[in-house]
């Protein structure tokens, strides 16, 4: 966790966080994930902000937090309560953890400043393997290089147009893009339409661009956020790291109620959906106050001793 950590808040924040955006993103590309994402309504504008808030929310709590820890559990078993309502297969489960795997190391490959090290990608990689096997995600592979195999393939049986997707996309899009002044948004747009893959591309339904445009804007991105910051930049000390979510916890609000809900103390992080503070058990678009189990059946804990015995050294 240490390792992760340290790569995804203090060696690559900005990058970190748009590649696992990006991640999420090609997931809408594959229709049996777009359609029950569409059903929901969870990607109308009175709901899409609060579902992206959502996600971030669970996700940097399970970076943040070892997933046996009973912080990293609550949001686990939160996250396994949300997907119970929904027939999601395990194909499309698997694919979803490999983006989560793979795209963070892409990233960082085509705009970053550096590659990342052998170390940096297999602790990513046990990290959300853990996390996928708690989910109750079977045939997870065993190794990096199986993952990214397994990843291409399940994109090129499966990624292909439906008006889903295009629906889910296109509400992703408008939010993530809601941040640049509106006279900007157009070419901020077809910018982002440069970092997606052809595959991608046409299972959206959006224009193929022209390759000189492409190879320019992404050359452009890779010598702002790559050359300059590796040349230009000094190495960042630990207090500059972007965790937007406070560690502190009141000891006896946990010890209060661990198994039931947990309280979280701000720091900066105040996301628009929650101005007055969260509880995981309130996060996501399911009845509130429920937490699911901390596994996705009757699934081992392969990891916890060795935590418990390691957990000082992290």
Same mark, same amino acid.
């Given at each position: ?8 808040f ?15 993103? *090609? ?13 929901t309504?969870?990607f ?12 971030? @929310? ?7 937090s070892?997933?046996?820890s ?5 949001a ?24 989560f795997?793979l795209?963070p190391?892409?990233f ?9 090290? *052998? ?11 853990? @996390? ?7 045939? @997870? ?8 195999r ?34 900007l948004?157009?070419?901020a ?30 050359g @452009?991105?890779?010598l ?12 960042r000390p ?17 010890? *209060? ?5 947990h ?52």
């Open positions: 966790m240490a390792v992760c950590r340290m790569t995804y203090v060696e690559f924040p900005l990058l970190s966080k748009k590649a696992l955006e990006f991640a999420l993103f *090609k997931t809408f590309a594959i229709p049996t994930i777009s359609k029950v994402l569409a059903a309504r969870q109308s504008p009175p709901n899409v902000t609060k579902r992206y808030d959502d996600t971030h @929310i669970i996700v940097e709590e399970l970076l943040l070892h997933v046996d009973p912080r990293g559990s609550l686990l078993r939160r996250l396994n309560f949300i997907h119970s309502h929904y027939n999601i297969s395990n194909g499309d489960y698997l694919y979803t953890l490999s983006t795997i795209e190391k892409r960082a490959s085509r705009f970053g400043y550096r590659n990342w090290t *052998k170390k940096e990608t297999t602790a990513n990689f046990v990290m959300w393997r853990s @996390i996928g096997i708690r989910m109750g995600i079977k045939d @997870i592979p065993e190794t990096v290089e199986e993952m990214e397994f990843s291409l393939q399940y994109e090129a049986d499966n990624m292909v147009y439906a008006h889903s997707n295009r629906r889910v996309g296109d509400a992703t899009l408008d939010l993530l893009l809601s941040i640049v002044p509106a006279c948004r157009g070419t747009r077809f910018i982002v339409y440069c970092v997606l893959e052809e595959r991608l591309i046409d299972a959206m339904g959006y224009p193929r661009l022209p390759c000189w445009f492409i190879s320019m804007m992404t @452009i991105l890779h702002c956020l790559g050359t300059f910051v590796g040349w230009f930049l000094p190495p630990l207090t500059w790291s972007t965790e937007r979510i406070s560690m502190e916890v009141e000891d006896k609000e946990e010890e *209060k109620e661990r198994e039931k809900v309280k979280l103390r701000y720091s900066e992080y105040k996301p628009e959906s929650y101005p007055n503070g969260y509880r995981m058990d309130g996060v996501g678009y399911a009845p509130i106050g429920q937490l699911g189990t901390a596994f996705g059946g009757d699934i081992p804990c392969p990891f916890l001793s060795s935590f418990s015995n390691n957990k000082k050294e992290d």
